[in-house]
């Protein structure tokens, strides 16, 4: 099986647990705010510039959510709190060169997330890495958060550097999306092992990250689940998938309906169906021809039932694919 970012070789890097989750594997977690339903929390208490004591402010976010718990410190006097509170730390790209504080989150025992600095180049995010070696700390997942441009002052992101870091460093890469849910599609595309949104992003952009790593991991991600909970897991998220694909067909078969001199069912084309069962035939080689054809002729008999049933309505919709 062919995917769109040929996961076999991007899966060579290594997975890094923080709590429940994976970072690093099949799954494509998405990272934000606590009050967000998302797969992995983080805090900054950088934020607070000290003004309140960390054990009381991660005793607030522990009762707001169970996910596991990303924590940014303020300084090194933070790390006890975070020690008792978090299942990982974080290590902010404004502040990835102070070497002694990195070292310091090193010594914590806890993996680490550590973003690039706008102005780092990739030889300066990895020297920070070996410092966290160095203190025999290899729970390691990169962040590429962008470079800010000089003029206008905007942060922009370079994908390409995803599966260069990847595998150039063999650790996990997640892409730091600011509030632009919308960009999560393109991370992930590009081999991002996770998406990370702004802390204070509103639930709706979370859910429409979430929604496009459960699209996606399908097309850029192959699994090989050793497990009947695994197979269902990866079976949703193909039907997911599935799901919006259908709906856009049946809209499309919808349409088409209208610019046919004879529609519905008399009005089918034996030989484009005949082509199309070929095409992906070619896709998918290891899935017999008359199986494909079966599948197929189910499909566009409930579509154009579908279809039927949309011109009674008299409610047309333009053909949208829900990604």
Not at 100 to 125: M, N
Not at 175 to 202: C, H, K, Q, Y
Not at 242 to 260: C, I, M
Not at 262 to 271: L, P
């Amino acid at each position: 099986m062919t995917t769109l970012a040929d996961p076999s070789p991007s899966l060579r890097h290594r997975e890094v647990r923080i709590g429940a989750q994976r970072i690093g594997g099949t799954r494509l977690p998405v990272l934000a705010g606590p009050r967000s339903g998302s797969d992995v929390v983080h805090v900054s208490l950088r934020r607070l510039h000290g003004a309140a004591a960390a054990h009381d402010q991660l005793e607030r976010v522990r009762d707001l959510t169970a996910a596991p718990l990303l924590v940014e410190p303020f300084s090194a006097d933070d790390l006890p709190a975070i020690r008792h509170y978090a299942d990982g730390v974080v290590v902010g790209g404004a502040w990835m060169q102070d070497f002694r504080l990195v070292a310091a989150v090193g010594r914590l025992g806890l993996p680490v997330v550590l973003h690039r600095g706008h102005h780092c180049t990739v030889d300066e995010w990895l020297s920070a890495v070996e410092y966290l070696h160095a203190e025999d700390n290899g729970d390691i997942v990169l962040c590429e958060s962008g470079s800010r441009r000089l003029v206008g002052g905007r942060t922009t992101l370079d994908l390409a550097l995803v599966r260069e870091v990847q595998d150039s460093s063999g650790l996990p890469v997640v892409v730091d999306v600011g509030g632009t849910s919308w960009l999560a599609g393109a991370a992930i595309a590009a081999g991002a092992d996770g998406v990370w949104l702004a802390e204070d992003a509103p639930a709706a952009e979370v859910d429409a990250a979430l929604e496009a790593t459960t699209m996606l991991t399908p097309v850029v991600r192959q699994v090989n689940p050793r497990s009947v909970a695994g197979c269902r897991e990866a079976i949703d998220r193909v039907d997911a998938a599935l799901a919006s694909l259908l709906e856009y067909r049946v809209a499309l078969a919808t349409e088409v309906q209208r610019h046919k001199p004879v529609a519905g069912h008399a009005g089918r084309d034996r030989r484009r169906e005949s082509q199309i069962v070929r095409e992906m035939g070619h896709r998918a080689p290891s899935v017999d021809r008359a199986h494909l054809a079966r599948i197929m002729e189910a499909v566009i008999v409930a579509g154009l039932d579908a279809a039927a049933a949309a011109e009674v309505a008299n409610a047309p919709e333009p053909p949208v694919w829900r990604l």
